[in-house]
């Protein structure tokens, strides 16, 4: 009943907040701190086969649909993750409500979101799960187009395209699946898990749910829509998107293609861990002379996911452990790294990194909050991200150890872009577009506290996060062994 | 087990107070008179040698041989979790006596050296950050925890080496040694994961352990230690990976003392004595190792010959010295690269400091070309200097004088060839160090003499830890007395039980009394004469003076390669900087043309189609809308049909 609970009150958060022109943050963030209270509540009363968390009721009963939601350790986090970071998306807001007069439009979709993403990592319904994959591209595809910068027109319409594309094709693989169980066909989880596939269908499954998941992620070749939305889409639109969005690809990978075609991610392994490995180079490569920090950290992001996408399909517990883990330490940092640009750009007019300079002069505390952030993006131990990689590319070591020196570059990489942007912005002497920036006074500098605490609480004790995980990652290589 | 014993919290407050003085400083430095910053951030260094010392004296009086302290379960991977836990034997005593010592004296020089910076509170909250961290690397009871410390010293050499964040060049310096060690951690961390994959464990203990059931020279042996070597070759700066440390000078001279000379760049020799019986089960890594500490220590003794600011003749001088280390490790002499790394902290730290006080009495000025006859205008700095260089230089009875005799003793025995390179390196060594000191303190004062007229040596707070240095460099090699002295090698004895497996597999050449006698005399005379020759007569100063200026056109190609580092900072420019920058901007385009044109090519040949479908819609989104609600349909259509 809590899983449901936490899908329908976001939903009520987001007509209160649609009908509420005044004061439509007040009521997001209120309805999203109560959303992040339960979930934090789930977390504390979590255990296995928790019968609070599960419901489960017939949806369309000609097609054996249910509405079926529960939460196993790995969904928990990512609705925790979910949850835990839609408050400090709205807090990003208050230097754009005040200008704007749609922002109840705007909090009322980013609600929406919210709901759509949690039913997406706890359904446990084939169809149900595509239904809410697909409502949960609404609401952040309009917010792009309508709060969007420059050209977002033709950009939104590609995301848009891109990933409906993409999630046709899960859509034919599900019903595929689907014909396969046992007459009454049922698109429950634990009987698409049961069908027993010929190699050459594995093959196909995999595929046409690949590539749903691939443009998510997104994995190299399918990642040209993302450095464009990111660059264009306002800074909450950013946020959803990389902090959360794109986890649920990965996620899909993990609940839904490893169990059900192991075989075929077997057989496909070395040419789709490549192609991530290539995007992990290709994006850290690109963002070593990018000047737009918006676009750089697109591509870092893009990067980083490469490496989480490498990791999950080497099938190894280690991979599962760090995906899982990953995810939330890349969207806890990508939504601090897209935080601080946005202040930055609000303070100085500008993204371009040649244009910033020297602000540790004037805001040390800022300087130390934004460099325990890189630290973080460049995964330092004892930071939340260091867990993440360090698993991630011990994974694909187990793979394959040549795969895993090249896919360690990022390290290399990450800490020369992410160096070069931190010495570009903060070091140095003051130029005019700093002269009086300081964020000393500024409220919005709040918000970076409780992420910085996460980034290196999270490395410190990983444990307690990873443990709520840990039975169902051994469940799931259990489903992929057989 | 759930007993936390007197061991457990000696060690854990060892390691907290740092950590402690970091977060107070940092927090708080601020707030503080610089005088209580200054006591925080050197007592809790000073507090940690305290207990370092309790440690060491509970191993002596034979409380524990080797101890574990377990604080939690860190970092799940797989079945095994790495724990936060800290292992006390006697290669961590001696670490954390060498770490805790040399850096409270280096702690307490900084308050006079860095007192009119505005940055003074920072200054010391990086440095306890740096100890807490070193102290993770030396102590860690498993190779991810060391790996935490590894990574944090990097960390806090780049807070640091950047600690000037105005100077572009000073932060540019940072960033290169980051990165550059980062290159060397990638090898690090695939040797752990070989490591992981071959034992299943990142236990110290466990993984020598179960090492011992591998054959000689197995392909996983040499390829764990490869890598982990690639790792040492960044920290400890070891061709080719060397040429950040020289760099790294950019940092306050307090900094170049501890981090890039007495410590941090000691962490490569210390991992491999940790890692000893890996090592020892892998000669060929040994071989590759030797190879590479001899062209190092060489290439960098030569480079020395002709630079002209004091840090950097230093600097090479430190990369040369960890080149011998690393020669004596890849003999398998593990005890004796150890021996040489305590008392390599010991001179080099006072030259450094005492480089630092020049420096400091001469107002930031550092080219050597601009000093000379300081001997009697700062006469304490310059007694301080002339012991430093002596120690280096390896003039009896001095602490260098001890271990690099040893080290080239091993080397006789293993492989006379190399044995003579080590020793052209040790004559080069005396000459740049005896050059350095004859250029700064002896002959005339060449520099601006607004300067000199008030010159004085440094406060006291200055002196003391000079003092106690300077001691140490002096009878700091007695507790490694050579072996046909037989008066029992103190040193060897104490890290035995670490090195005890290790010298069980390794083939043992030793020296005959004579030979190594007769050596010994050789490489005195030579140096002797060296010092004889700059420093009582007036024969090499027509030398040393020349040297300062290696530009013009007669200038010997020899001469303009060394003092131009070989080229080596240009080669990788061209070999690795620009093309990646080229890379990068090339793959941009490729990524918005080719890549994306594809996608966008696909996009319009299906809008040709969709246009057909959508003659009749008002806009294109809602075109989009009516594709969607046809899959639909069409997914209806397979229910009915199916």
């Known amino acids: 009943m809590l899983t449901v609970l936490l899908i329908v009150l976001p939903i009520l958060g987001a007509i209160v907040a649609a009908l509420s022109p005044n004061n439509a943050r007040q009521v997001a963030l209120l309805s999203t701190l109560a959303q992040l209270c339960i979930t934090i509540y789930c977390v504390l009363t979590f255990s296995q086969n928790s019968s609070l968390m599960a419901f489960d009721a017939t949806w369309i009963a000609p097609l054996g649909i249910h509405f079926k939601v529960a939460m196993d350790g790995i969904s928990l986090l990512l609705v925790l993750l979910t949850n835990a970071l839609l408050p400090f998306i709205v807090l990003s807001g208050s230097a754009l409500d005040p200008i704007d007069n749609r922002a109840n439009t705007r909090y009322s979709l980013i609600l929406a979101m919210q709901a759509a993403l949690v039913g997406v990592f706890t359904a446990m319904d084939g169809f149900l799960f595509y239904v809410f994959w697909e409502l949960a591209l609404l609401p952040i595809w309009l917010i792009c187009l309508l709060w969007g910068g420059e050209n977002r027109v033709r950009i939104t319409l590609k995301f848009f395209i891109y990933t409906l594309a993409g999630s046709l094709f899960m859509l034919l693989g599900l019903t595929y699946l689907y014909l396969q169980t046992p007459i009454p066909h049922s698109f429950d989880i634990a009987a698409l898990y049961n069908v027993a596939l010929s190699s050459n269908a594995q093959s196909g499954i995999f595929w046409a749910m690949f590539i749903a998941f691939a443009i998510k992620i997104p994995i190299f070749p399918f990642h040209t829509w993302q450095p464009d939305t990111y660059t264009t889409a306002p800074t909450q639109g950013t946020m959803l998107l990389s902090g959360i969005m794109l986890k649920m690809g990965v996620y899909g990978l993990i609940r839904w293609l490893l169990p059900i075609a192991p075989q075929g991610v077997q057989t496909w392994a070395n040419l789709v861990i490549v192609l991530s490995i290539i995007g992990i180079i290709y994006g850290a490569i690109i963002a070593l002379q990018q000047r737009d920090l918006k676009r750089l950290a697109a591509y870092s992001s893009f990067s980083h996911v490469g490496l989480i996408a490498a990791g999950v399909l080497a099938m190894t517990t280690q991979g599962l452990q760090g995906g899982v883990f990953h995810m939330l330490a890349h969207g806890i940092n990508v939504v601090a790294l897209f935080y601080v640009i946005d202040l930055l750009e609000r303070k100085t007019q500008t993204r371009n990194i040649d244009e910033i300079s020297g602000i540790a002069n004037n805001d040390r505390e800022f300087a130390i909050l934004f460099f325990i952030i890189v630290a973080g993006s460049v995964a330092l131990p004892l930071t939340n991200a260091f867990v993440g990689e360090f698993l991630l590319l011990n994974s694909i070591f187990i793979f394959n150890p040549i795969l895993a020196a090249i896919a360690g570059l990022t390290i290399i990489f990450g800490a020369v872009y992410m160096l070069r942007v931190y010495r570009s912005t903060m070091f140095g002497e003051l130029n005019a577009n700093t002269q009086h920036v300081a964020f000393v006074h500024s409220p919005e500098k709040w918000v970076l506290y409780p992420l910085v605490i996460l980034i290196l609480v999270m490395g410190i004790y990983p444990k307690y996060l990873m443990d709520l995980a840990q039975p169902a990652i051994l469940q799931l290589m259990g489903a992929i062994g057989q | ?642």
Not at chain 2, 214 to 231: C, E, K, Q, R, Y
């Open chain 2, 1 to 642: 087990m759930n007993s936390f014993s007197t061991i457990d919290s000696l060690t854990t407050a060892l390691v907290a107070l740092p950590l402690l003085g970091f977060l107070i400083n940092g927090l708080m430095g601020q707030r503080l008179s610089k005088s209580m910053v200054g006591a925080i951030g050197s007592g809790v260094v000073l507090g940690a040698f305290l207990l370092s010392c309790g440690l060491m004296s509970m191993y002596l009086s034979g409380a524990f041989e080797s101890h574990t302290t377990n604080l939690f379960a860190w970092l799940p991977i797989g079945d095994y979790t790495a724990k936060f836990a800290f292992l006390v034997d006697p290669l961590s005593l001696l670490m954390l006596m060498v770490v805790t010592g040399v850096g409270s004296l280096i702690h307490i020089y900084s308050i006079g050296y860095i007192h009119e910076d505005e940055g003074f509170y920072k200054f010391f909250a990086y440095l306890n950050l740096f100890i807490f961290s070193m102290l993770l690397l030396v102590l860690g009871a498993n190779f991810p925890m060391l790996f935490a410390g590894w990574e944090g010293v990097g960390l806090c050499s780049y807070l640091l080496i950047g600690f000037w964040y105005k100077n572009a060049d000073y932060t540019a310096a940072a960033q290169k040694a980051f990165v550059m060690n980062r290159i060397g951690d990638l090898g690090f961390l695939l040797g752990i994961f070989l490591v992981f994959s071959t034992f299943g464990t990142l236990d110290f203990t466990d993984v020598m352990n179960a090492a011992l059931q591998l054959g000689t020279d197995s392909p996983v042996a040499v390829g764990i230690t490869l890598l982990l070597f690639v790792g040492a070759m960044g920290k400890s700066a070891q061709l080719p990976l060397f040429t950040w440390l020289p760099d790294a000078m950019a940092g306050p001279t307090p900094v170049s003392a501890l981090i890039h000379a007495a410590t941090m760049v000691t962490a490569g020799l210390y991992m491999i004595a940790r890692c000893n019986v890996l090592y020892a089960l892998a000669p060929t890594t040994l071989h590759f190792i030797t190879l590479i500490a001899i062209a190092t220590a060489l290439l960098a003794a030569t480079i020395a010959v002709f630079q002209n600011d004091i840090k950097k003749v230093l600097a090479y001088s430190t990369v040369s010295q960890l080149g011998y280390m690393f020669a004596a490790m890849g003999m398998g002499a593990f005890a004796t690269g150890m021996f040489h790394v305590m008392t390599h902290a010991f001179f080099k730290a006072l030259l450094f400091l005492g480089a630092g006080a020049v420096i400091h009495a001469l107002h930031g000025e550092q080219n050597i070309g601009q000093m000379g006859g300081l001997k009697n205008r700062i006469p304490f700095t310059y007694k301080i200097f002339l012991v430093g260089t002596l120690a280096v230089a390896g003039l009896p009875p001095l602490s260098g004088f001890f271990s690099k005799d040893e080290i080239l003793a091993t080397v006789f025995a293993h492989n006379p060839i190399l044995w003579v390179l080590l020793l052209l390196g040790s004559l080069l060594t005396a000459f740049y160090m005896l050059r350095l000191l004859w250029l700064v303190f002896y002959g005339e004062y060449r520099g601006n003499h607004h300067v000199v007229e008030h010159l004085h040596d440094n406060p006291n707070t200055m002196n003391y830890p000079l003092v106690v240095l300077a001691v140490l460099s002096v009878v700091g090699g007695f507790v490694g007395m050579p072996a046909f002295l037989h008066l029992g090698n103190a040193f060897h004895e104490f890290l035995e039980p670490v090195f005890a497996s290790s010298n069980a597999l390794l083939p043992h050449q030793h020296l005959h009394a004579t030979t190594e006698m007769a050596l010994m005399a050789l490489t005195v005379a030579l140096v002797g004469t060296l010092i004889y020759l700059a420093l009582f007569t007036d024969r090499l100063s027509g030398i040393f003076l020349r040297s300062l200026h290696t530009e013009g056109k007669n200038t010997a190609w020899w001469k303009k390669l060394w003092s131009k580092k070989y080229y080596v900072d240009e080669i990788y420019d061209t070999l690795f900087v620009s093309p990646s920058r080229m890379v990068s901007r090339a793959l941009h385009q490729v990524d918005t043309q080719l890549v994306d044109g594809t996608v966008n090519g696909l996009g319009h040949l299906t809008a040709l189609f969709s246009q057909m479908s959508v003659a009749t819609q008002i806009g294109k989104i809602g075109g989009y809308m009516l594709l969607m609600s046809l899959g639909v349909l069409g997914l209806l259509l397979v229910f009915v049909l199916g």
